[in-house]
């Protein structure tokens, strides 16, 4: 775990630092722009997905769906992250709690 | 007017650092319901200090993604880090000693802030430090408490934290939908969708983990086709 947790810093740290080592001039790559602005939506995206269905290599459709339409909705009504995080984590538990879902 | 805009920059540093370091709270906890423990999951906020990241990092792990996998997908999130250094770098103009620093420094919001006043030197690279240094110290703040909070509870599925996981990635993709011109937005969306539908099918057919690296091919391939479509004029 501690070789990965290293890695991973040091990796994101060549990163960032990468930019200001580089002609600016690498920015005018249009496809570079936009492939790494369209990057980031792809991955969250797809984190939502698996982290919402996935068990493992499976699908499951569990109390974790309620939590992350609760959040959907608090984003459309422009909560903070943290309200919209908390309130996913709640409805979970109650809906675990009353026994709807596991 | 030099000082009011001083107070203004400064105001706006504090509180965009107080808004993620609560949201380093809910890091902190689902890093250690993923099963790193205490001083992992800070490290991952003192030295890798880029917040999409470190949720992905934990969250691959904890879904039983494996190091590699969990390793290559933050770094791909990571990856606009170097566009944001890459355009900051003209704009701050910073010394050879200060570019160190100002790397760990470089994330969504104090980018966000240096480019709000880029105006003048001065204030860009006061905006950029001043939102960075915030973030950074509330944010490690925000993990400590989290993770020292998470750590006192048996099961985190009762309290719903697995659910607050995918929550927390809504809530990071929210602002990159929603927040540029309607054609952008609307190709952003279809790129969110059609990731997240891809990913959902390869479940239950890859290793935890590689649904979502696979789904960054659907970024590269809409960035090679609209980049078709947009090249006559050079």
Redesign the interface.
Known sequence: MWMTVIVASLGTYLEKLLGYLLPHSFLERESIRRMTGLLPVSLLAALVVVQTFAVEAAVSIDARLIGLTVAFIALLLRAPFIVVVLLAAVSTALIRWIGWLP | MKSSTNREIHLNALSIGL??G??A??FGAISIAS???FW?TQ??SL????G??Q???V?V?G??GG?LV??V??????????????????VLQ?RKGH??V???L?IDESTGMAFKYSDSRTSSRRAFFATGISVYVLWNIGTALGSLGASQLSDP??????????????????P??VNSSSTENRR?IA???I??????LL??????GL??L???L???G???M??KK?QPCG
């Open positions: 808004a993620t609560a949201y709270l809910s099963g790193l423990d992992q490290t991952l030295f890798m200090f880029t999409a990241s949720f992905a990092l969250g792990l879904a039983g190091a969990a390793v997908t933050a770094l791909l999130l990571g990856a606009r880090n170097s566009l944001y250094s890459l355009s900051l770098s003209p910073l570019i160190p100002a790397a760990q470089t599925g009762m309290l719903g934290l697995d659910a607050a996981i995918p929550a927390g990635f809504l809530a990071l993709l929210w990159r939908l952003m790129v969110a969708v990731s997240g539908l891809v990913a959902f479940i239950p057919m890859l290793r935890p649904p979502v696979a789904s960054a659907v970024a590269v809409a960035s090679l609209w980049g947009e």
